[in-house]
C-alpha cells in the first residue's frame, strides 16, 4: 500500500491539463456492450476504476484493450456470458451500470450488488423500479441482482429517490429503454454532464433519445445500436480540486481542457470566497478551453451546500471543507445528495480543522492555518480533501490509504509536482514516515518531547507564573 508525504507551503504555480471524466468512462464502457461492432474512447483517464470496469466487461465476454494512441477499443467477442461477479463488481459503484445494457441486448443480467465509496447509503432501488417498468423481471438473491427479459418495452418511468436522481441509474435506464419496443419517458433523470455525455454516446450510435440535460427525456427505441468512436468529456470534479488546490496555496494555476458550462456553481462559489477564475473564453463557456485560478487578497468564510448537478456536486464537498477549514470565520457546509458523506471531518480535524456535525452539514470554525499530521483517507474524495489540506499546512503531512484516490484521479501527485507541490509517493512503511511525525514504537504520532513542547511553547496567551509552572512540569514529565 502507498501513502503519500506532502510538505505544505508550496504556492503552486503553473499549467497542467484535465483528464477525461471517470464518472463518464465508466458508464461509457458499459454501454458500449450494447452496441455492435467495435466501440473507441478517447481519452479515458488510466485509473483503477477504469481497469477494473475492463475486467468487469473481459468477464461479459467483451475484448477491451487500450490501443498506441491511448484510445480504449471495446468489442464483444462472447454474447452468451451474464455473470458480473461480486468480487469486481464490489471494488466500485459504476460496474452496476453493465445490469441496463446487459438486459437490453442479451435478456439476462446476473449482476452483484455493485460497492463503490463509503459515503453513505447507496441503494439501488431506483435503477431497478426503472428496468421493472421496462418489463425486465427481476430479483435480489444472495448479493446479486437476477433479471429477465425478454423484449424490454417503453414505459413512462419517474425516478426521483429521497435526494433527487441518480447518475448511474438513469444512464442504466435510458441504454436499457433505446433498446426497448416503444417509447419511454423518464421523469426526474439526472442532470450530470456524464449522463449527457452516456446520451449523446447512445445518440451517435443510433439511439433516440431527446432532453438530455434535462430532467426530462423522451426516448423512443431502436432496434440495434452502431458502435461509434466518442470523445470522452474533461472531468469537472479533477477541474474543481485543482482549482481548490490553487485557493488553498494562494497560488495561480491554468487548467487546460476544461469545460466551464460543467463547474459554474463551483466558479461562483470560490469567487464568493474572493478567488479570482479568468475563463479563456467568457461569452462560449460551453466550449473546452483553459481556466486561470489566482488568489490576489483574503479569502473568506462562505456557506455551500452540495446538490444535484447543476449545484455544487457532493464529489466536491470534500475539497471545500479543506479549503474553508484553513479560512477564519464560520462556514456551514451541507451535503443534500450524500447526508452522510463526512469522513473527512475527523481526519481534517487532526490537521487542526475545527468542524462540528449536525446531521447533513458540517460547521466550520475556519482557523488560520492547518498543520500537517498523519491521517488517513476514506475515500476518493476524502482522500482528495486531505492531500489539499496537507499543501496549505504547516509542515508535513502523511496521507494513508491512498489508494483510494488512484481508483478516481489520473497521476494527481505528478499533476501538483508540475505545479510546484511537495508531494512524494512511498511504500506505507514505518521507515518512511517523515521524523517529524515518527514515534520511538514506529506509530505515526508525534513524539513526547513534540507534545510537551506544543504544551509549554510560545504559542500559549499566559502570565509569567503559568508559563513557570508549566515548565516545570514539563521537566517533572521528562
Ligand atoms: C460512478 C459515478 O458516476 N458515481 C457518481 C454517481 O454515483 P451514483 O450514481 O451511485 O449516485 P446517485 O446519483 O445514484 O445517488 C444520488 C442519491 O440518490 C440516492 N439513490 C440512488 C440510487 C437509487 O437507486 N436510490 C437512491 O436512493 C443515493 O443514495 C444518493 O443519495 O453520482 C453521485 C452523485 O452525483 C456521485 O457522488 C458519484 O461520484
Ligand atoms: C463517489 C465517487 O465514486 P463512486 O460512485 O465510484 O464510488 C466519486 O467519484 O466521488
Not at 459515503?119 to 438473491?141: F, N, T, W, Y
Not at 464537498?317 to 484553513?326: C, D, E, T
Amino acid at each position: 500500500m502507498d501513502m503519500f508525504i506532502v510538505r505544505g507551503g508550496e504556492r503552486l504555480s503553473g499549467c497542467v491539463s484535465v483528464s477525461g471524466a471517470k464518472n463518464s468512462a465508466l458508464p461509457l464502457m458499459a454501454a458500449a456492450l450494447a452496441c455492435e461492432g467495435e466501440t473507441i474512447l478517447h481519452s479515458i483517464p488510466n485509473l483503477v476504476d477504469v481497469s477494473t470496469q475492463a475486467q468487469v466487461l473481459s468477464s461479459l465476454g467483451m475484448q477491451v484493450d487500450r490501443d498506441d494512441s491511448g484510445a480504449l477499443r471495446l468489442k464483444t467477442i462472447d454474447e452468451t456470458a451474464c455473470i458480473a461477479d461480486y468480487e469486481l463488481v464490489r471494488r466500485m459503484r459504476a460496474s452496476v451500470c453493465v445490469l441496463g445494457p446487459l438486459l437490453a441486448k442479451r435478456g439476462m443480467a446476473c449482476v452483484s450488488l455493485p460497492g463503490g465509496c463509503n459515503i453513505g447509503d447507496r441503494p439501488i432501488d431506483l435503477h431497478l423500479k426503472g428496468l421493472s417498468a421496462l418489463g425486465a423481471q427481476i430479483r435480489v438473491e444472495r448479493g446479486y441482482v437476477i433479471a429477465r427479459a425478454e423484449r424490454l418495452r417503453g414505459a413512462n418511468i419517474f425516478l426521483g429517490g429521497a435526494f433527487g436522481s441518480t447518475a448511474t441509474g438513469t444512464c442504466n435506464v435510458m441504454t436499457a429503454a433505446a433498446l426497448a419496443e416503444g417509447v419511454t419517458t423518464i421523469e426526474s433523470a439526472a442532470c450530470e454532464p456524464e449522463v449527457v455525455d452516456v446520451g449523446n454516446f447512445l445518440n451517435a450510435a443510433g439511439a433516440k433519445i431527446e432532453g438530455l440535460g434535462t430532467p426530462f427525456l423522451r426516448i423512443e427505441g431502436v432496434e440495434a445500436l452502431q458502435a461509434v468512436e466518442h470523445e470522452v468529456i474533461p472531468d469537472r470534479i479533477e477541474v474543481a480540486t485543482l482549482m481548490i488546490a490553487a485557493a488553498m496555496t494562494r497560488g495561480e494555476v491554468r487548467l487546460d481542457g476544461v469545460r466551464p458550462d460543467h463547474v459554474t456553481a463551483v466558479i461562483e462559489k470560490l469567487r464568493d470566497v474572493g478567488v479570482t477564475v479568468v475563463l479563456e473564453s467568457p461569452d462560449q463557456p460551453g466550449r473546452v478551453q483553459s481556466v486561470l485560478t489566482k488568489v490576489a487578497g483574503k479569502l473568506k468564510s462562505v456557506d455551500c451546500i452540495a446538490l444535484p448537478y447543476p449545484g455544487i456536486p457532493t464529489d466536491v464537498q470534500a475539497q471545500l471543507m479543506s479549503l474553508l477549514s484553513g479560512i477564519s470565520g464560520i462556514s456551514i457546509v451541507t451535503d443534500k445528495v450524500f447526508p452522510d458523506r463526512f469522513m473527512h471531518a475527523s481526519e481534517l480535524a487532526r490537521m487542526g480543522a475545527k468542524i462540528r456535525r449536525e446531521s447533513a452539514s458540517a460547521i466550520l470554525n475556519g482557523v488560520s492555518r492547518l498543520s500537517g499530521a498523519c491521517v488517513m483517507a476514506s475515500d476518493l474524495r476524502a482522500s482528495a480533501a486531505l492531500v489539499l489540506a496537507g499543501l496549505a499546512a504547516e509542515g508535513e503531512t502523511v496521507i494513508r490509504r491512498i489508494y483510494h484516490l488512484d481508483r478516481g484521479y489520473e497521476r494527481l501527485e505528478e499533476k501538483l509536482i508540475a505545479l510546484g507541490a511537495n508531494v512524494q509517493r512511498v511504500r506505507d512503511e514505518p521507515k518512511n514516515m517523515p521524523e517529524s511525525l515518527k514515534l520511538t514504537d514506529n506509530e505515526s504520532r508525534p513524539s513526547h518531547s513534540e507534545l510537551l513542547d506544543a504544551l509549554t511553547g510560545p504559542h500559549w496567551n499566559q502570565n509569567q507564573s503559568d508559563q513557570r509552572a508549566h515548565q516545570s512540569k514539563k521537566s517533572n514529565m521528562r
